[in-house]
């Protein structure tokens, strides 16, 4: 069955730290990835994506995530975090053919402290 | 202007009740989507309609029923609320069905007493 899955429930870092989240998306022919941030109380925003191309995609923030097809992974990185960081992250994929279902992660929750 | 607006944003009804959540995209888009984030922050695809035709009905019970009068809107309608539906919900809108970013409301956070 199509899924993704993330292995960092809950990541709790310093100021200036890098981070990088963990996404793995099972075999399923052509698909599609993403990242998304959902700050908190709010909804979910965009950070970046991946549909072909350079495996190595910039999103917003500083973020970037590579996909490494091999690994079947789309980890999300970035050098050094904030504590407006703070937030919860979802990976996410839409195979094809799956008529736009897009299938989330658990998400992962990233906590900075100051 | 908010490109998927979403009303109410807050709700809270007691059970057996019947309750609406409204959705609206000025973003020109075909395809719109209704998502359930349950207490444990996952995210999982209730609904979606392209061109007003419903092309995704996962597992839901049917005390849940979308409408779609036209391409911008996508309502949620739940009869006989119950404990469990205690969720927010996430409309969201893309354009076709091709893996393209889908953009999401603000959510409904809706609570069932």
């Known amino acids: 069955a199509q899924s993704v899955s993330q292995h960092n429930h809950h990541v709790i870092l310093s100021e200036a730290a890098s981070l990088e989240l963990g996404c793995n998306y099972s075999?399923?022919?052509?698909?599609?990835l993403f990242w998304y941030v959902q700050y908190p109380g709010q909804h979910l925003q965009l950070l970046l994506k991946?549909?072909?191309?350079?495996?190595l995609v910039k999103g917003i923030k500083g973020f970037e995530a590579e996909f490494i097809k091999s690994k079947f992974s789309f980890n999300l990185r970035k050098p050094s975090v904030q504590w407006s960081d703070t937030a919860e992250y979802f990976c996410a994929g839409n195979y094809g053919g799956s008529q736009g279902n897009l299938i989330f992660g658990k998400g992962t929750k990233l906590s900075v402290k100051p | 202007d908010t490109a998927v607006s979403q009303t109410p944003k807050y709700l809270v009804t007691q059970m057996g009740n019947d309750k609406s959540i409204k959705c609206e995209q000025n973003?020109?888009?075909?395809?719109m989507y209704w998502y359930k984030q349950d207490s444990k922050k996952f995210l999982k695809i209730m609904f979606s309609y392209n061109n007003k035709e419903l092309i995704i009905n996962e597992t839901v019970p049917n005390r849940f029923s979308p409408k779609s009068p036209d391409k911008a809107h996508l309502n949620l309608h739940i009869n006989s609320l119950e404990l469990g539906d205690s969720a927010v919900y996430f409309c969201?809108?893309?354009?076709?069905?091709?893996?393209?970013?889908?953009?999401f409301g603000e959510g409904s956070w809706l609570t069932v007493v």
């Open positions: 991946y549909f072909s191309g350079d495996p």
């Open positions: 973003l020109g888009h075909d395809t």
């Open positions: 075999y399923g022919g052509t698909v599609n």
């Open positions: 969201a809108s893309s354009r076709g069905t091709s893996g393209n970013t889908i953009y």
